[in-house]
C-alpha cells in the first residue's frame, strides 16, 4: 500500500546537537510538507516543497533546514539554533497534477522529538 | 491570505447524541476545504473534502459537512456519537497554491 514513512517514531536530542527526521513517500506526490504540532496549537507550516530541488520556508522555519533532492524523500533537520524543538513533527504529502482540484494531504505517522 | 478558526478547543458528548464540531474560514477565493481526525501519537487522516459541487459532504464514520459560503463556515456534523469518535479534529483549507492552513483543532470526548 502506498503511504508516508517517518522514521523515527520517537527521537531524543542533545543540547547543541542536530538531528534529522525522515520522511519518506511512494504515492507518487509532487508536494511534500513539514509541519509542526504543540498541544492547543494546532499544525504550524515549517518548510514545504512543490517539487524537487525546490522548497520554501513556512511560517515558523528558523532553526530549521530541508532538502528535497528526491521526489519522494524529504527530510528535515532539526539545528542547535532552534531552542524549543521538543513537538511531534508530522511529514505530508499531495498530489499537485494539473487540472486537479486540490487534492488533500496524506500524513505520516509523525516523530515525537524530546530533549535530553 | 487564508485562516480558519475552530470554535470551541474541547466539546464534550454523551454516546448516541449529535456531534457538531464548528469551522469558519477566511478566503480570498473560493476554497478547497478539508476536515481531518488525529488519533493520539498518529497523523492526521481525511475524513472529508470540499472542492466543488454539492454543497453537503459526505465522508467516512457517518461524518459529514456542509459548506455555506454566505456563512464562510464549514461544520462538521454526525448524527449520533460513537465511543471510537473520541479525537482531535482539525478543519483546514488549501490555496490555489497547494498550501494548507490548518485550525488550532477541537478535541472531542465521548462520555458514556
Known amino acids: 500500500d502506498g503511504g508516508i514513512t517517518q522514521s523515527p517514531k520517537y527521537l531524543f536530542r542533545k543540547e547543541g546537537q542536530n538531528v534529522t527526521l525522515s520522511c519518506e513517500q511512494n504515492?507518487?506526490?509532487?508536494?511534500m510538507y513539514w509541519y509542526r504540532q504543540d498541544p492547543g496549537q494546532g499544525l504550524r507550516l515549517i518548510y514545504y516543497?512543490?517539487?524537487?530541488?525546490?522548497?520554501q520556508k513556512g511560517d515558523i522555519a528558523e532553526g530549521y533546514s530541508v532538502s528535497r533532492e528526491k521526489k519522494e524523500s524529504f527530510p528535515l533537520t532539526v539545528t542547535s539554533a532552534q531552542k524549543n524543538p521538543t513537538a511531534f513533527y508530522l511529514c505530508?504529502?499531495?498530489?499537485?497534477?494539473?487540472?486537479?482540484?486540490?487534492?488533500?494531504?496524506?500524513f505520516g505517522d509523525g516523530t515525537r522529538l524530546s530533549i535530553l | 491570505a487564508q485562516s480558519v478558526t475552530q470554535l470551541g478547543s474541547h466539546v464534550s458528548v454523551s454516546e448516541g447524541a449529535l456531534v457538531l464540531l464548528r469551522c469558519n474560514y477566511s478566503?480570498?477565493?473560493?476554497?478547497?476545504l478539508f476536515w481531518y481526525v488525529q488519533y493520539p501519537n498518529q497523523g492526521l487522516q481525511l475524513l472529508l473534502k470540499?472542492?466543488?459541487?454539492?454543497?453537503l459532504v459526505k465522508g467516512i464514520n457517518g461524518f459529514e459537512a456542509e459548506f455555506k459560503k454566505s456563512e464562510t463556515s464549514f461544520h462538521l456534523t454526525k448524527p449520533s456519537a460513537h465511543m471510537s469518535d473520541a479525537a482531535e479534529y482539525f478543519c483546514?483549507?488549501?490555496?490555489?497554491?497547494?498550501?494548507?492552513?490548518f485550525g488550532s483543532g477541537t478535541k472531542l470526548n465521548v462520555k458514556p
Open positions: 505530508a504529502s499531495t498530489s499537485t497534477f494539473g487540472g486537479l482540484d486540490n487534492q488533500p494531504q496524506h
Open positions: 504515492l507518487n506526490h509532487d508536494a
Open positions: 516543497s512543490q517539487i524537487v530541488n525546490d522548497f
Open positions: 478566503s480570498s477565493v473560493p476554497p478547497y
Open positions: 470540499y472542492t466543488t459541487g454539492a454543497t
Open positions: 483546514a483549507v488549501s490555496d490555489s497554491f497547494n498550501k494548507f492552513y
